[in-house]
């Protein structure tokens, strides 16, 4: 009879790693997700590479299945799904579009699979989302801009172009994203030398620092930033920026070198001018 019991103990085992007992391991042909509501979501046309088979909620989670497997989602195709919970993604996922699932307000987990084949992410693929962590397959080959825009919540970066100690996202010295939730002061490592469009939108920092190594500020880098009221420079050169990428409205003020001269750098003339916004130390 215990003979028997392990012999069965052992065959569900083999069958559920044959379905795909792991949860974060799905078939290539599904993508399973999770909703507040605990119902299916609607579904937009044509925005996955293969046509939809079914799209059913059961046991406490959605399965849409599809015809062949899955590699690509197109740009906007959950946008703004405030019914979303998770997303779970299955291997042969190749491309995530822009806007994909920006907006989706309850978003709070994607997982990707152990081998991964996911190299493209758009812009503001996840922006704006309940995101509090999110760990990078080390597929990922190229990616665009405001990745991770005004994720308020988002605590931890992992995996491929991490950076533990900084809390971010950064290749090749530029800073693409960051995790902030509960930080109101931050210091931009040394080594920096870009940070892109919309990397700080719509967080609620009070302090940034920034390092000598910094040499450009993207467009609208720090907009939204309603508390933002510090931002210190320690650079001989004045690093480029543009006049999105600090919004004044909130009594912000720019700490400089007084050593160095800012005027020579475009968009710094005028704003040098404004001694309510810049202050020399």
């Given at each position: 009879?215990?003979?028997?019991?392990?012999?069965?103990?052992?065959?569900?085992?083999?069958?559920?790693?044959?379905c795909g007992g792991n949860s974060d391991q799905i078939a290539n042909n599904t993508l399973e997700y999770t909703t507040v509501s605990g119902s299916a979501i609607e579904l937009k046309d044509s925005i996955f590479d293969t046509?939809?088979?079914?799209?059913?909620?059961?046991?406490?989670?959605?399965?849409?299945?599809?015809?062949?497997?899955?590699?690509?989602?197109?740009?906007?195709?959950?946008?703004?799904?405030?019914?979303?919970?998770?997303?779970?993604?299955?291997?042969?996922?190749?491309?995530?579009?822009?806007?994909?699932?920006?907006?989706?307000?309850?978003?709070?987990?994607?997982?990707?699979?152990?081998?991964?084949?996911?190299?493209?992410?758009?812009?503001?693929?996840?922006?704006?989302?309940?995101?509090?962590?999110?760990?990078?397959?080390?597929?990922?080959?190229?990616?665009?801009?405001?990745?991770?825009?005004?994720?308020?919540?988002?605590?931890?970066?992992?995996?491929?172009?991490?950076?533990?100690?900084?809390?971010?996202?950064?290749?090749?010295?530029?800073?693409?994203?960051?995790?902030?939730?509960?930080?109101s002061e931050y210091e931009v490592e040394e080594g920096i030398t870009n940070i892109v469009r919309g990397t700080f939108a719509d967080q609620d920092l009070a302090v940034v620092r920034m390092p000598e190594s910094l040499e450009?500020?993207?467009?609208?880098?720090?907009?939204?930033?309603?508390?933002?009221?510090?931002?210190?420079?320690?650079?001989?050169?004045?690093?480029?920026?543009?006049?999105?990428?600090?919004?004044?409205?909130?009594?912000?003020?720019?700490?400089?070198?007084?050593?160095?001269?800012?005027?020579?750098?475009?968009?710094?003339?005028?704003?040098?001018?404004?001694?309510?916004?810049?202050?020399?130390?």
């Amino acid at each position: 009879m215990r003979v028997k019991s392990i012999l069965n103990f052992m065959l569900c085992g083999v069958l559920l790693s044959a379905c795909g007992g792991n949860s974060d391991q799905i078939a290539n042909n599904t993508l399973e997700y999770t909703t507040v509501s605990g119902s299916a979501i609607e579904l937009k046309d044509s925005i996955f590479d293969t046509k939809v088979v079914s799209n059913e909620y059961v046991e406490g989670r959605g399965v849409i299945t599809f015809e062949k497997e899955l590699e690509f989602i197109d740009n906007k195709a959950f946008l703004e799904n405030a019914d979303l919970l998770s997303v779970n993604f299955p291997g042969t996922l190749k491309l995530i579009g822009d806007s994909a699932f920006a907006g989706c307000k309850s978003l709070k987990e994607v997982k990707f699979a152990a081998e991964s084949q996911l190299t493209t992410l758009g812009t503001v693929a996840f922006g704006y989302t309940a995101l509090d962590s999110i760990n990078f397959p080390e597929s990922i080959k190229q990616f665009e801009d405001r990745l991770l825009m005004g994720c308020k919540n988002l605590k931890k970066i992992t995996g491929k172009f991490s950076n533990v100690a900084q809390n971010a996202m950064v290749y090749e010295g530029r800073l693409l994203a960051v995790a902030l939730n509960g930080i109101s002061e931050y210091e931009v490592e040394e080594g920096i030398t870009n940070i892109v469009r919309g990397t700080f939108a719509d967080q609620d920092l009070a302090v940034v620092r920034m390092p000598e190594s910094l040499e450009r500020i993207g467009q609208h880098a720090f907009e939204g930033c309603a508390n933002l009221k510090e931002v210190h420079f320690t650079s001989q050169r004045a690093p480029f920026m543009s006049k999105s990428s600090f919004n004044f409205d909130n009594g912000l003020k720019l700490y400089i070198p007084g050593k160095y001269d800012y005027s020579k750098i475009s968009d710094w003339s005028q704003i040098i001018k404004d001694e309510e916004k810049v202050v020399k130390y």
